[in-house]
């Protein structure tokens, strides 16, 4: 049985067919609208034209170019060679993901996109992707906009800014050379205890995700980057990590469906592309095969139900839920032919070759049609003429000696603010009082860093965020030292192992300020602090933000995205800026903290 708050699922199948609800407007000042792109905006082409186009590309390949068209590839290293030129070239993908282990800057992996594209400049210009999600995904770090994530976003409350982050990030990732980007996360994190999504996605309500989806989405789209959406038909519900087990959706037809209206949402405003989920939704199909290869969940509910007419991008197919139960190249054929247009294959060089070949044996005998394949292609073809992709970017040293706009690193600084939500306080210590002797302990050293700099002498101890048990045991005896020598310890948390930290500090007698900079599920277990604020992340904007909420330079305006049990959705407590409370401030937001309407 999955766990979720009970009021979460509490809305009707007709929300699926009928006007989208969405979270009230924030009362804060609006973001100002994102600065003019850097780069040329793609330019929309007619239907017909369009259709004419894709049609006389399509005409131009081979049976072995359409199999290589539906492989999306990930490669080994940072640089092309002859192991990525034999695959890239040799099967002529239609894309290259790329993830941390390909990208050491901004720079090299502009010149590696770069060198991608040069294999195909005689073909199909390949998807150049990566999954950069911001908060707890992040590929590439430097010379792009690191959001702090999307449940950060959520408790903004604000279309405004997410739409922001998403123009901000897509020019960004496109100056480096990406033209696809697989994120927003469009889960609704409905069980506290999901280990995959969590603060992945923007909260715990159907019309907050729906909200800041769409407005995130038009924003990297209208920048002009390919946009995939995920993990359609939901996996926030689950209680199971897809990457080592298949999670089952055990909520009626009713539930299911809800869940599906951030993907609805963003299907009706012209989303470029979906990414499936390995998750079973036996209310939906009768049977425990996952959504990735099933044909009710891909042709009967996306394509016909929904008429999303977009790209549908698998999961890994190396993931073991799948690879364990058909092995990857069947498993490519069945997604294929259940309605996914490309597969995604990013790790072992032979299961690639498996893939291409069961791809190509399968048409060959009849298994998997031409129709079937020559329209997964023009899903594909389409989605590249559309976004521009036939015309060839600015060479790589022209666009990377072009600044980047100053106001995109503001953008996140802005969400980052927005976001700080305090939970508790005891009128006392937050912000902090002046003339104390600071301790710090913390699992994210940005934290000590931003907050050394408004307090020189703050004693900070950085702290692994899993300990070992060797090194837990030298934590705790540093960490009872530090706070021996404290008025006061602020504890900055990502996961439960620092909870033990707040604990020990208030057994010496020590006033406790937890900064939560992860899932905010687990403040409420942290009962011996005085103040508890969330930031849901530790990028560092956010542990910016968290020191100047700390120092009262800045408000704490954000609330709840998710429902904690006794802190309800939507709860927040406001500290004005600069302002030292005397005395508990009063919850802001709607009565009881209840969810927006």
């Known amino acids: 049985m999955s766990l979720r708050p009970p009021h979460a699922l509490a809305l009707p199948l007709a929300l699926l067919l009928g006007a989208c609800t969405v979270a009230p407007a924030p009362r804060r000042a609006p973001a100002p609208p994102p600065p003019p792109p850097a780069l040329p905006l793609v330019v929309p082409v007619p239907v017909d034209a369009l259709a004419d186009e894709v049609e006389r590309l399509l ?25 990525v030129e034999a695959l890239v070239r040799g099967h002529r993908v239609g894309g290259v993901c790329l993830f941390k282990h ?15 594209r040069e294999l195909l400049s005689d073909g199909i210009p390949p998807f150049l992707a990566l999954d950069q999600e911001g908060g707890n995904v992040v590929r590439v770090k430097d010379d792009v906009v690191v959001l702090p994530g999307n449940m950060a976003l959520g408790a903004t409350r604000s279309a405004r800014l997410a739409y922001a982050a998403g123009h901000a990030q897509a020019e960004d990732l496109r100056r480096l050379g990406f033209n696809m980007n697989l994120a927003p996360v469009l889960d609704v994190n409905l069980n506290p205890r999901n280990p995959v999504i969590g603060s992945r996605s923007y909260g715990d309500s159907i019309p907050l995700v729906s909200e800041l989806g769409r407005a995130f989405v038009r924003g990297q789209q209208d920048a002009g980057l390919v946009t995939v959406a995920k993990h359609f038909p939901g996996h926030g519900a689950t209680d199971a990590d897809s990457h080592h087990a298949l999670p089952v959706m055990l909520e009626s037809r009713e539930e299911v469906l809800a869940q599906m209206e951030p993907f609805r949402a963003v299907i009706r405003e012209g989303l470029d592309g979906l990414m499936t989920a390995h998750v079973a939704v036996p209310a939906l199909t009768g049977d425990d095969a996952p959504a990735t290869v099933h044909p009710q969940v891909l042709r009967g ?17 190396e993931m073991e839920p799948i690879a364990r139960r058909y ?8 997604a294929v032919n259940a309605g996914a247009d490309m597969v995604l294959v990013p790790w072992h060089a032979e299961k690639k070759r498996e893939v291409h070949a069961a791809l190509l044996s399968a048409v060959r005998s009849g298994e998997l049609s031409a129709a079937r394949l020559d329209e997964a292609v023009r899903h594909i073809l389409a989605t590249k003429v559309r976004r521009g992709l036939f015309t060839p970017p600015l060479p790589v040293e022209e666009r990377l000696a072009t600044p980047r706009s100053a106001e995109h690193e503001e953008v996140a600084h802005r969400i980052a603010r927005a976001a700080v939500t305090l939970l508790r306080t005891d009128g006392e210590h937050f912000p902090l009082p002046s003339g104390v002797r600071l301790g710090v302990l913390t699992a994210e050293d940005s934290l000590g860093q931003a907050i050394r700099e408004r307090m020189p002498g703050a004693r900070v101890l950085d702290v692994p965020a899993w300990p070992s048990r060797a090194q837990r045991a030298r934590m705790r005896q540093r960490a009872r030292a530090l706070a021996l020598q404290s008025d006061v310890v602020v504890v900055g948390m990502i996961n439960s192992r620092q909870l033990e930290l707040v604990t020990l500090a208030a057994s010496l007698g020590r006033p406790v300020v937890l900064v939560s900079m992860g899932l905010p599920y687990l403040a409420e277990r942290a009962t011996a602090a005085r103040a508890v604020l969330a930031v849901y992340s530790y990028q560092p904007t956010a542990t910016e933000a968290a020191a100047a909420a700390l120092f009262g330079e800045i408000g704490t305006p954000g609330r709840l995205p998710v429902d904690l049990g006794r802190l309800t959705f939507g709860y927040g407590l406001e500290v004005p800026r600069r302002q030292q409370a005397a005395a508990p401030p009063a919850p802001r937001g709607e009565a009881g903290g209840g969810r927006p309407r």
């Open 327 to 334: 092995g990857v190249g069947q498993a490519a054929v069945l």
């Open 102 to 116: 390909n990208i050491s800057d901004g720079q090299q992996v502009a010149r590696l996109n770069q060198d991608l």
């Open 59 to 83: 005409a131009r390949l081979s049976v072995e170019d359409k199999v290589g068209q539906v492989m999306m590839v990930g490669i080994g290293g940072r640089e092309v060679d002859g192991a």
């Open 301 to 317: 509910l996306l394509r016909e139900r929904l008429d999303f007419q977009g790209l549908v991008l698998t999961d890994e197919l």
